[in-house]
């Protein structure tokens, strides 16, 4: 699964303190536009950026909820919103994650159906039984079809839920054990 | 928390072999004209049905995504859409649901704060650290504000969590244990 560098520390030299370098990147200009003078990124200003940006398909709104994932998931400093290097890092995962969906996307109808969302998630090294993939398609698509911002929501709760999991799986027996509180805050919250 | 007969089969002599007496309720009309000629509706149809109901407030879309969270708790057939019976089951709890936010919402403003939230999640009866509850709020507010719809998914999700929880907590010690394709069946379906 393409997405690489996620819950790890910004890089070193990204750019962050140089505000010249940052606004010599292409994608910086864009990046102002859209988060105003906060500077900061919000969910709903990152729904009109992807949609605008027509990451969707057909100019349809990209799903909020898939926003606030993404922005919970890349939020290192618990600000509900997004700087410019984590949104110049979403928009590489995006990007990426978009060449995959549209590879699995073979008769290029924009949405992905259960067959191809099953060899998708396989081929991301899942091992996950039939009900389970039953259940997740059936969660994520509409009339059976699953399009890219549902894929992108998909992806980013298997991944985080399956780290959540590892951790409590220190012994590697195949079963995790939470607390009550624990088990609350880790699922809400993705 | 007023989400009563959730899960239940639902009630005998309810009226389902009865197409008469259905047709005879004043909520039929109307489920009638969202569903269909199918006679089911779509996460797509109560969301349309959701907003003309202004069950949101101030005519805003109502949230997609807890309409799709929402057909999944009440879904026993699996059809991944809703009956009349089941439409009639979500409208009474979401009636109830609206009251409860409102009596909440203490400045009339349409959404509820952290403080209001923490509240209303202690009044329900949950036992949750301050950190956890931050997270919740976090992950359901925008701008640090929760409106119906969000404050609606987050109920649903904290009850289902805890179902799942409690079903693997038998022995009452604080902790469950999950397999890792029962923990991700259990928290992607939500």
């Known amino acids: 699964m393409n997405f690489q560098g996620y819950g790890a520390p910004a ?3 990204y750019g962050s303190g140089f505000p010249g370098q940052q606004q010599q990147d292409p994608l910086y200009g ?6 105003g003078h906060d500077g900061q990124i919000s969910a709903e200003e ?3 950026c992807l949609t605008q940006a027509n990451f969707s398909g057909g100019y349809r709104p990209f799903n909020l909820e898939t926003c606030r994932l993404m922005i919970s998931m890349l939020d290192r400093d618990m600000s509900c919103s997004m700087g410019f290097n984590e949104f110049k890092e979403l928009w590489a ?10 590879s699995i996307d073979r008769d290029m109808s924009g949405t992905v159906d259960s067959q191809e969302m099953n060899l998708a998630v396989s081929s991301m090294g899942y091992r996950l039984s039939p009900q389970t993939m039953s259940c997740i398609i059936k969660r994520f698509s509409s009339n059976g079809k699953i399009s890219f911002d549902d894929y992108v929501a998909c992806c980013v709760k298997l991944r985080s839920l399956t780290d959540l999991f590892s951790k409590r799986n220190q012994v590697q027996q195949g079963m995790a054990a939470f607390q009550y509180d624990d088990f609350i805050q880790c699922t809400m919250s993705i």
Chains 1, 2 share one sequence.
């Not at 995962?93 to 549209?102: P, T």
């Open 30 to 35: 864009y990046f102002a536009a859209v988060a």
């Open 11 to 13: 890089a070193v030299g």
């Open 93 to 102: 995962v995006l990007s990426g994650w978009k060449q995959h969906f549209m």
């Open 46 to 48: 990152l729904q009109t």
